[in-house]
């Protein structure tokens, strides 16, 4: 039995996580963390402290996720991922305090599994085609930029290759913050806008075609929850930090 708890358990997807542990065999919800509810904890550190669990399951947001993981850590507990906000000097610091604890991360920028396949279809066609950018869409009242989905999505990319700029950044005309923010060599465009929940598109381009993939999420928490559990489940058998539910998949 994997004891766990959800930190973030009031939100949209912590609280449809949460369901599906309670539901599941082999899965306890040993703890929760929410700021709005008095009888939860109002912290990843005081839950970790008052209650002992295997996993701590991050769904909270971009200016204390940081800090929740580095609370587990030290704990010799494993994390999962699920929020945004961390750059690659962070996963770097998680990765090396992880290995030195000797417990394991799992972090997603999306733990829905056609957002797994984006990212490895991505990195397939970053091998064949040499140009190529990403267009992030999110709610208006996202505060972050770019997603967790698609700075996962441009970091991969940079594993591959790096793509090819006709015309260098530095010589742009005009406004060169137009052009994006350069992500691992990836130009991110991010538009915050009513009606998108999250969707993330890489556009590949070659002389005379382009390929487009695309992942929309919708506006029920459902899809993020299995690989969620399949995170919580994988991530007692590690030691460091696993980015990407893709690398679950095989």
């Known amino acids: 039995m994997i004891r766990v708890c959800v930190a973030g358990i009031t939100g949209w997807t912590g609280s449809a996580v949460a369901a599906a542990i309670e539901t599941a065999a082999d899965l306890e919800l040993a703890s929760g963390v929410s700021r709005s509810d008095p ?10 402290d008052g209650v002992a669990v295997d996993v ?3 769904y909270t947001h971009a200016s204390i996720v940081r800090e929740n993981v580095f609370a587990a850590i030290e704990r010799h507990v494993g994390v999962v991922v699920g929020s945004s906000g961390l750059s690659a000097a962070d996963y770097e610091e998680i990765d090396a305090k992880a290995r030195e604890n000797d417990v394991g991360v799992i972090a997603a920028g999306n733990f829905s599994v056609t957002a797994a396949l984006l990212l490895r279809s991505a990195a397939d066609a970053a091998r064949h085609l ?3 950018e990403v267009i992030d869409y999110a709610s208006a009242t996202k505060s972050d930029a770019p997603s967790g989905t698609s700075r996962e999505l441009a970091e991969r990319l940079d594993d591959v290759s790096r793509p ?3 015309v260098p950044l530095a010589e742009v005309h005009g406004a060169p913050e137009a052009r994006g923010a350069t992500i691992a060599a990836t130009q991110v465009h991010s538009l915050r806008l009513p009606s998108f929940t999250v ?3 890489v556009v590949f381009a070659a002389e005379g075609e382009r390929l487009s993939i695309r992942h929309d999420a919708g506006e029920s928490a459902a899809p993020y929850v299995a690989g ?3 995170a919580i489940r994988a991530v007692p058998g590690r030691v460091g930090l696993t980015r990407g539910l893709d690398q679950l998949l095989d």
Do not use: P
């Not at 009888?39 to 970790?48: G, M």
């Open 56 to 58: 701590v399951v991050d």
């Open 39 to 48: 009888e939860r904890f109002s912290s990843v550190a005081e839950a970790l």
């Open 228 to 230: 969620t559990l399949m």
């Open 164 to 166: 090819a700029l006709v």
């Open 130 to 132: 040499g140009a190529w």
């Open 199 to 201: 969707s993330t598109e």
